[in-house]
T-cell receptor
Framework: GESVGLHLPTLSVQEGDNSIINCAYS??????FIWYKQESGKGPQFIID?????DKRQGQRVTVLLNKTVKHLSLQIAATQPGDSAVYFCAEPQRAAGNKLTFGGGTRVLVKP | KAGVTQTPRYLIKTRGQQVTLSCSPI?????VSWYQQTPGQGLQFLFE???????NKGNFPGRFSGRQFSNSRSEMNVSTLELGDSALYLC??????????????FGAGSRLTVL
């Protein structure tokens, strides 16, 4: 069925360390994934996306890895900063459903100074 | 350019009342989607409008409805409010679809509390 989920609900990380947020999906036909960041009091903000024809995509301090074999993707944040404290969601569009996104449960990242 | 604007940002209603939330998308964006966010259920899709037509609908009761105007602004309405309708209602807009440059841009949301 359609589901996008996360392994860890909360991740506490020391400032300057790297963060890894994981996400599992169930639909092997999924071809596109998006990561969103939601800070307190704000709506989700696009971070990075990846298509299924790629294994890795890099942005500014962020890298998304896609493992289609085990239907898993991860978001890596390098040199985590206090401003990275937020809830991170992976999301997947339902192709037959316009702009419908199915979101994972979210992982809260807490950056310790 | 201005982002997605949602009004009101906060509101309190009582059970049985109805509420209307408004969303102004980014200029040029024709697709407007609505999502409900709660601690228990997370982010759930309500519906999407494109060029004044509902293009897709999530699994919510008929008490939840919406519409889109010719200027792409959208409203959603919840009638006969229940305690469980307390949530953050998020609006998102995009040019057309999802993929490539057409990502969803979210507003800050309207936080509804039902007493």
């Amino acid at each position: 069925g359609e589901s996008v989920g996360l392994h860890l609900p909360t991740l506490s990380v020391q400032e300057g360390d790297n963060s890894i947020i994981n996400c599992a999906y169930s639909n092997s036909a999924s071809d596109y994934f998006i990561w969103y960041k939601q800070e307190s009091g704000k709506g989700p903000q696009f971070i990075i996306d990846i298509r299924s024809n790629m294994d890795k995509r890099q942005g500014q301090r962020v890298t998304v890895l896609l493992n289609k074999t085990v239907k898993h993707l991860s978001l890596q944040i390098a040199a985590t900063q206090p401003g990275d404290s937020a809830v991170y969601f992976c999301a997947e569009p339902q192709r037959a459903a316009g702009n419908k996104l199915t979101f994972g449960g979210g992982t809260r990242v807490l950056v310790k100074p | 350019k201005a982002g997605v604007t949602q009004t009101p940002r906060y509101l309190i209603k009582t059970r049985g009342q109805q509420v209307t939330l408004s969303c102004s998308p980014i200029s040029g964006h024709r697709s407007v989607s609505w999502y409900q966010q709660t601690p228990g259920q997370g982010l759930q899709f309500l519906f999407e409008y494109f060029s004044e037509t509902q293009r897709n609908k999530g699994n919510f009761p008929g008490r939840f409805s919406g519409r889109q105007f010719s200027n792409s602004r959208s409203e959603m309405n919840v009638s006969t409010l229940e305690l469980g309708d307390s949530a953050l209602y998020l609006c998102a807009s995009s040019v057309q679809g999802i993929g490539g440059a057409n990502v969803l841009t979210f507003g800050a949301g309207s936080r509804l509390t039902v007493l």
